[in-house]
């Protein structure tokens, strides 16, 4: 499943990428875009833990800096024989966290100051079971090129923004009638695209992660816990991170154009998450 979930992502960027090709240089266009698209395939396979983290504005944290941070992974990751992730600091006071990487062996977990000085110890518990969790279910690396796809589709429409502004959409292949109407479309809705995207797998895996999370210490009062403590505080304290990397984190950061986000937001709503995770019963 987690293998078909990649090819579709990678799939759908190469789709993507073709058909804004096409609008804006029609068969040329599409082979730029195709050779482009290849360049980010391997991009989003291999490095895009590192373009959420640069994102996100992580640093790596030492044992020495966060004796209590590595305690924790180490305890859990054993528990759930994962090997031990690199960990790195995120210098913000929205408290939240996010894993990223293609597989256990290259992954990593990034949570924020904020997020360290507001979990008690049962609440850093159930969050980093949380985070391993998508190591351990391996959507990590789906999650990690779905955050990657979005930045590309925008970034791509931004720049058929601006050959917009500067001479039109030149098919090149004397068939320009209704180009600039398709290219005009494109830029809505390659965007709206990538974030349909990554709202479809994202929602399904953050549900499940909880619930692994929850196995993971043997109890949920730590994550339902951090959850209420995570969404109060995320309220009000907005978090200076990328859309396409903010699908990635544990609940949704507050940034800017909130109203609209929350319409296509890719994360379930946090009643619900609580409300499952309530009703999980375990034998002690």
């Known amino acids: 499943m987690?293998?078909?979930?990649?090819?579709?992502?990678?799939?759908?960027?190469?789709?993507?990428?073709?058909?804004?090709?096409?609008?804006?240089?029609?068969?040329?266009g599409m082979t730029i875009a195709l050779a482009f698209a290849i360049v980010m395939n391997g991009v989003a396979y291999f490095f895009s833990d590192k373009i959420a983290l640069k994102s996100a504005g992580a640093v790596p944290i030492s044992r020495e800096?966060?004796?209590?941070?590595?305690?924790?992974?180490?305890?859990?990751?054993?528990?759930?024989?994962?090997?031990?992730?690199?960990?790195?600091?995120?210098?913000?006071?929205?408290?939240?966290?996010?894993?990223?990487?293609?597989?256990?062996?290259?992954?990593?977990?990034?949570?924020t100051q904020g997020l360290m000085q507001l979990m008690n110890d049962d609440e850093l518990e159930g969050v980093i079971a949380h985070e391993l969790s998508h190591v351990r279910n391996y959507d990590i690396l789906t999650s990690s090129i779905a955050a990657t796809v979005a930045g590309a589709v925008t970034w791509i429409?931004?720049?058929?923004?601006?050959?917009?502004?500067?001479?039109?959409?030149?098919g090149g292949d004397g068939d320009n009638d209704g180009g600039g109407w398709t290219a005009i479309l494109m830029l809505i809705l390659a965007p709206l695209a990538a974030m349909l995207l990554q709202l479809g797998i994202?929602?399904?895996?953050?549900?499940?992660?909880?619930?692994?999370?929850?196995?993971?210490?043997?109890?949920p009062n730590g994550l339902i816990s951090a959850l209420e403590k995570l969404g109060a505080y995320n309220q009000h304290i907005p978090m200076n991170i990328s859309p396409s990397t903010s699908?990635?984190?544990?609940?949704?950061?507050?940034?800017?154009?909130e109203m609209f986000s929350k319409?296509?937001?890719?994360?379930?709503?946090?009643?619900?998450?609580?409300?499952?995770?309530?009703?999980?019963?375990?034998t002690r």
């Open 157 to 170: 429409a931004e720049m058929g923004r601006w050959g917009m502004f500067f001479g039109g959409f030149g």
């Open 65 to 111: 800096e966060s004796p209590r941070l590595y305690e924790v992974m180490e305890r859990l990751a054993t528990k759930a024989r994962l090997p031990l992730p690199k960990l790195y600091l995120i210098p913000q006071a929205a408290p939240n966290a996010f894993a990223t990487g293609r597989n256990p062996h290259h992954a990593s977990v990034a949570v």
């Open 263 to 282: 319409l296509f937001s890719t994360h379930p709503p946090l009643t619900e998450r609580i409300a499952r995770l309530r009703s999980m019963t375990f």
């Open 2 to 28: 987690r293998t078909l979930k990649t090819a579709f992502l990678l799939t759908a960027l190469t789709l993507l990428l073709l058909f804004i090709g096409q609008a804006f240089g029609g068969r040329g």
């Open 247 to 257: 699908s990635l984190c544990i609940v949704q950061p507050l940034a800017g154009g």
């Open 202 to 219: 994202s929602r399904q895996r953050e549900y499940q992660a909880d619930a692994s999370g929850a196995k993971m210490v043997g109890y």
